[in-house]
């Protein structure tokens, strides 16, 4: 059974830090890219950053420069530092699998930037 089980969100004035942690079980973690995606309310879910299962990373253009992503094999997390906060970065941030096989989702972290 695939676990993704992210943690680490809270409330936070704009230009503060988070952490988002992501657990991952039941998959050879490894081998999976990972991705974090964040949804805001009313809006789409978008593609926040990746990290190849190399260790490669892509940040959408809205987050380059105050996010970080990385990934710890050994204990199969994946992470997302968030510095420098706005209210725009609010939303649920999701952890998700990317290849090879199904993808898979985590149930999500809130993160609420208070102007």
């Known amino acids: 059974q695939v676990q993704l089980v992210e943690s680490g969100g809270g409330l936070v004035q704009a230009g503060g830090s988070l952490r988002l942690s992501c657990a991952a079980s039941?998959?050879?973690?490894?081998?999976?890219?990972m991705e974090w995606y964040r949804q805001a309310p009313g809006k789409q879910r978008e593609l926040v950053a990746r990290?190849?299962?190399?260790?490669?990373?892509d940040y959408a253009d809205s987050v380059k420069g105050r996010c970080t992503v990385s990934r710890d094999n050994a204990k199969n997390m994946v992470y997302l530092q968030m510095n420098r906060l706005l209210p725009e970065d609010t939303g649920v941030y999701y952890c998700?699998?990317?290849?090879?096989?199904?993808?898979?989702w985590g149930q999500g972290t809130q993160v609420t930037v208070s102007s």
């Open positions: 998700k699998t990317y290849g090879p096989g199904p993808d898979y």
């Open positions: 039941g998959i050879i973690f490894r081998t999976k890219d």
């Open positions: 990290i190849s299962s190399g260790g490669r990373t």
